[in-house]
C-alpha cells in the first residue's frame, strides 16, 4: 500500500500508546499503576459541567465560527488580560481542539518545507512530529551544561539561515523544569531581533510550586505590534482537570490569527459548541480547583521526589510545576524503551521512556494519580531493579518472585 512520505516519517504518540495498554491491562484485572499519564485526576469544575449541561438542554447544537465562539473569544480575553496584563482583541484569538491543535495550526501557518523548528531538549513528544507534518525540521537542543535549564546560547547555537520559529514550554513536560526568568526575556528579545516566531507554550504556567509565580512573556516582548512573531498557547486541559474537553487556543497577531483560522476552517472547522461552552464556564468561574490541583499536586511532587532519593542510583532533579518528573535510571539500563517495557512487563508499572522526549537513560514519571499510586509504584520499580530488596514482593495477595538478575 503506498503510503505518503510525511505519513512515513511520523511515528504514534507513545503517551497515547501507554494509555491505551494501561487501560487494557486494566481491563484484564491486571493491577497497573499508570505513572505514565498526562491529565490531572480532579474532577473537572462544576461552572464548566453546569454551562454545557445548560447548553445541551436547549438540544440546539450547531457549528460554531471556524476560530470559536464569540463568546469564547471573550472569555480568552479576559484571561489573558487576567494572567498576562494584556488587553487584546477578538481578531487576536482563536481557539482550537486542544493546545496540541492550536500548536500545529500555528505551525501550519508559518512554516514552509525544509525550514526548522528549535525547542530545547528534552522536549514534549509531540513537538518534532508536529513540525515534520509540516515537512519542516525539527531540531532539538539540548543543554551544554547537563541540566533541564537551557541557556540562550543553547538555542543561539543552533540557529541557521533556515531557522524559522522557536517553542517554549516552560514549566516543560517532560522535565517539571521551570525556565528562569532571565531566560524567557532573553529568548523573546532574541526571537524580536532575530525576526523568529516564538511560540509560547504555557499550558501548565499555573501549575507551579515552592511559591514561583508564573512567567509572563509579553513582559518582555518590545514589539507589541500587529507585527509581533509571539504566539502564546494555552489551554484548559491541564489547570482545570479537562484534557477531555479539548478546548485550547493561541492568541496572537491578527494576520497570525487569520492564516491560523482559515486552515482551521477546513481541517476540523470550529471546535466543538459544547466543549467550547465547558472550557467558558471554567474560565469564568471559580478558580478555587486551580489552586487546589496545584496544592495537590506540589504535594505528590514531594512525595515522589523524597521515594526517588531513597532509590538507589536513581538522578532526581525536583521538578518546578507541571505533573511530571524526569530522572535518570541510566544506572539500571541505559535503554529506556527496554526499562519502560520491563517494569510493564514486571510488575505492572507505566514509565514514559526518556528516549522519546529526546533524552535516552531516563523515564518520565507522572505525579498526577494518587499519593498512594506513586507510592506504590515507585516501591514496586525499585522491588524490580535494585537487587539488594528482599525476593519476593506482594502485589494485593499475588506474590511475584524475582527470577531476574
Ligand atoms: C507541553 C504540552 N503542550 C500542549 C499539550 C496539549 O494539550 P491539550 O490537551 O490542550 O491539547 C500538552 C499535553 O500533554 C503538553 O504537555
Same mark, same amino acid.
Given at each position: 500500500?503506498?503510503?505518503?512520505?510525511?505519513?512515513r516519517?511520523?511515528?504514534?504518540?507513545?503517551?497515547?500508546?501507554?494509555?491505551?495498554?494501561? @487501560?487494557?491491562?486494566?481491563?484484564?484485572?491486571?493491577p497497573v499503576i499508570?505513572l505514565?499519564g498526562?491529565?490531572?485526576?480532579?474532577?473537572?469544575?462544576l461552572?464548566? $459541567?453546569?454551562?454545557?449541561a445548560?447548553?445541551?438542554?436547549?438540544?440546539?447544537?450547531?457549528?460554531?465560527?471556524?476560530? #470559536?465562539?464569540?463568546?469564547?473569544?471573550?472569555?480568552?480575553?479576559?484571561?489573558?488580560e487576567?494572567?498576562?496584563?494584556?488587553?487584546?482583541e477578538?481578531e487576536?484569538?482563536? @481557539?482550537?481542539?486542544?493546545?496540541k491543535?492550536?500548536?500545529?495550526v500555528?505551525?501550519?501557518?508559518?512554516?514552509?518545507p525544509?525550514?526548522?523548528?528549535?525547542?530545547p531538549?528534552?522536549?514534549?513528544?509531540s513537538?518534532?512530529?508536529?513540525?515534520k !507534518?509540516?515537512?519542516?525540521l525539527?531540531?532539538?537542543?539540548l543543554?551544554e551544561?547537563?541540566t533541564?535549564y537551557p %541557556?540562550?546560547?543553547?538555542?543561539?547555537?543552533?540557529?541557521?539561515?533556515y531557522t524559522?520559529?522557536?517553542i517554549?514550554?516552560?514549566?516543560?513536560?517532560p522535565?517539571?523544569?521551570?525556565?528562569?526568568?532571565?531566560?524567557?526575556?532573553?529568548?523573546?528579545?532574541? *526571537?524580536?531581533k532575530?525576526? !523568529?516566531?516564538?511560540?509560547?507554550?504555557?499550558?501548565?504556567? %499555573? !501549575?507551579i510550586?515552592?511559591?514561583?509565580?508564573?512567567?509572563n512573556c509579553?513582559d518582555?516582548?518590545k514589539? %507589541?505590534?500587529?507585527?509581533?512573531k509571539l504566539?502564546? $498557547?494555552?489551554?484548559?486541559s491541564k489547570?482545570?482537570?479537562?484534557?477531555?474537553?479539548? $478546548?485550547?487556543?493561541?492568541?496572537?497577531?491578527?494576520?497570525?490569527?487569520?492564516v491560523?483560522?482559515?486552515?482551521?476552517?477546513?481541517?476540523?472547522?470550529?471546535?466543538?459548541?459544547?466543549?467550547q461552552k465547558?472550557a467558558?464556564?471554567a474560565i469564568?468561574?471559580?478558580?478555587?480547583?486551580?489552586?487546589?490541583?496545584r496544592?495537590?499536586?506540589?504535594n505528590?511532587?514531594?512525595v515522589?521526589?523524597?521515594?526517588?532519593?531513597?532509590?538507589d542510583? $536513581?538522578?532526581?532533579?525536583?521538578?518546578?510545576g507541571?505533573?511530571? *518528573?524526569?530522572?535518570?535510571?541510566?544506572?539500571y539500563?541505559?535503554?529506556s524503551?527496554?526499562?519502560?517495557?520491563?517494569?510493564?512487563?514486571?510488575?505492572?508499572?507505566?514509565?514514559?521512556?526518556g528516549?522519546?522526549? #529526546?533524552l535516552?537513560?531516563y !523515564?518520565?514519571?507522572?505525579? *498526577?494519580g494518587?499519593?498512594?499510586?506513586?507510592?506504590?509504584g515507585?516501591e514496586?520499580?525499585?522491588?524490580?531493579?535494585?537487587l539488594?530488596?528482599p525476593?519476593?514482593?506482594?502485589?494485593?495477595?499475588?506474590k511475584?518472585?524475582?527470577?531476574?538478575s
Amino acid at each position: 500500500m503506498s503510503i505518503s512520505q510525511i505519513a512515513r516519517s511520523i511515528s504514534e504518540s507513545v503517551t497515547l500508546k501507554l494509555n491505551e495498554k494501561a @487501560a487494557i491491562l486494566r481491563a484484564k484485572g491486571d493491577p497497573v499503576i499508570h505513572l505514565g499519564g498526562g491529565e490531572p485526576k480532579s474532577p473537572a469544575p462544576l461552572d464548566a $459541567i453546569l454551562s454545557t449541561a445548560g447548553l445541551l438542554n436547549t438540544a440546539e447544537i450547531r457549528y460554531t465560527p471556524a476560530d #470559536g465562539t464569540p463568546e469564547m473569544k471573550k472569555a480568552i480575553i479576559r484571561y489573558t488580560e487576567e494572567h498576562y496584563d494584556r488587553l487584546v482583541e477578538p481578531e487576536n484569538v482563536i @481557539a482550537s481542539g486542544g493546545a496540541k491543535q492550536a500548536i500545529m495550526v500555528a505551525l501550519q501557518a508559518i512554516l514552509n518545507p525544509q525550514e526548522e523548528v528549535i525547542f530545547p531538549a528534552p522536549y514534549w513528544v509531540s513537538y518534532p512530529e508536529m513540525v515534520k !507534518l509540516c515537512q519542516a525540521l525539527p531540531v532539538a537542543a539540548l543543554p551544554e551544561d547537563g541540566t533541564f535549564y537551557p %541557556r540562550l546560547q543553547d538555542i543561539e547555537e543552533k540557529v541557521g539561515s533556515y531557522t524559522k520559529a522557536v517553542i517554549i514550554n516552560s514549566p516543560s513536560n517532560p522535565t517539571g523544569a521551570m525556565y528562569s526568568e532571565e531566560f524567557i526575556a532573553d529568548i523573546v528579545e532574541f *526571537c524580536e531581533k532575530r525576526d !523568529l516566531y516564538l511560540i509560547m507554550d504555557d499550558i501548565y504556567h %499555573r !501549575l507551579i510550586f515552592d511559591g514561583r509565580k508564573p512567567i509572563n512573556c509579553y513582559d518582555y516582548a518590545k514589539d %507589541r505590534s500587529e507585527n509581533s512573531k509571539l504566539i502564546l $498557547i494555552n489551554g484548559v486541559s491541564k489547570q482545570f482537570a479537562m484534557t477531555g474537553f479539548r $478546548i485550547g487556543w493561541a492568541v496572537a497577531s491578527k494576520k497570525i490569527i487569520e492564516v491560523m483560522t482559515n486552515i482551521q476552517s477546513h481541517q476540523t472547522s470550529g471546535p466543538a459548541v459544547v466543549l467550547q461552552k465547558a472550557a467558558i464556564g471554567a474560565i469564568n468561574g471559580i478558580q478555587s480547583g486551580v489552586e487546589a490541583l496545584r496544592v495537590t499536586l506540589e504535594n505528590n511532587r514531594n512525595v515522589m521526589v523524597e521515594q526517588l532519593n531513597a532509590f538507589d542510583g $536513581i538522578k532526581v532533579t525536583k521538578p518546578d510545576g507541571t505533573f511530571y *518528573c524526569f530522572a535518570d535510571f541510566s544506572v539500571y539500563n541505559k535503554d529506556s524503551t527496554a526499562l519502560a517495557e520491563f517494569l510493564i512487563d514486571k510488575v505492572q508499572v507505566v514509565t514514559v521512556p526518556g528516549v522519546e522526549f #529526546g533524552l535516552e537513560g531516563y !523515564l518520565r514519571l507522572s505525579f *498526577c494519580g494518587t499519593i498512594k499510586d506513586i507510592q506504590e509504584g515507585v516501591e514496586r520499580m525499585k522491588w524490580a531493579l535494585d537487587l539488594n530488596s528482599p525476593n519476593e514482593l506482594y502485589i494485593g495477595d499475588r506474590k511475584l518472585v524475582r527470577d531476574w538478575s
